[in-house]
């Protein structure tokens, strides 16, 4: 049985950007040095179903539906919430740049 491995927020968001953005599965695997494909699978997946919550949270601490972890203060929630908000508004811009790229180069 292998050793589990956390991954931080930053590599998890980075890799669905590369993702998004079409560099190959073994690729982002290789950059990133991300263990298993099957683990990107799942972060693609949470982050197109919305569970966004579920990609800040350490392994073997699934929270229940609805709910992320907990913080130390409300500040520390607030500075957390605004940095995974500042990573989605980064993801979006790049997917919009490759869209306008894609839609100028087949039109």
């Known amino acids: 049985m292998g050793t589990r491995v956390s991954y931080p ?4 968001m980075k890799a669905i950007e590369m993702r998004l953005a079409g560099v190959p599965v ?3 695997l ?4 991300i263990k298993n494909h099957t683990q990107l699978k799942v972060w693609m997946k949470w982050y ?5 919550q579920r990609l800040q949270q350490p392994v073997g601490k ?3 539906f609805g709910k992320g972890p907990e913080y130390d203060t409300e500040e520390a929630r607030l ?3 605004i940095r ?5 508004i980064e993801v979006l811009k790049k997917y919009k740049a490759l869209e ?3 839609l100028d180069k087949h039109s």
Do not use: M, P, T
């Open 30 to 33: 290789e950059q990133l040095n």
């Open 62 to 64: 699934q929270y229940s």
């Open 100 to 102: 306008r790229k894609w």
């Open 48 to 52: 197109r179903e919305g569970e966004h």
């Open 79 to 81: 500075q957390a919430e």
């Open 9 to 12: 927020i930053e590599i998890k």
């Open 26 to 28: 073994k690729e982002v």
């Open 84 to 88: 995974f908000l500042k990573q989605q």
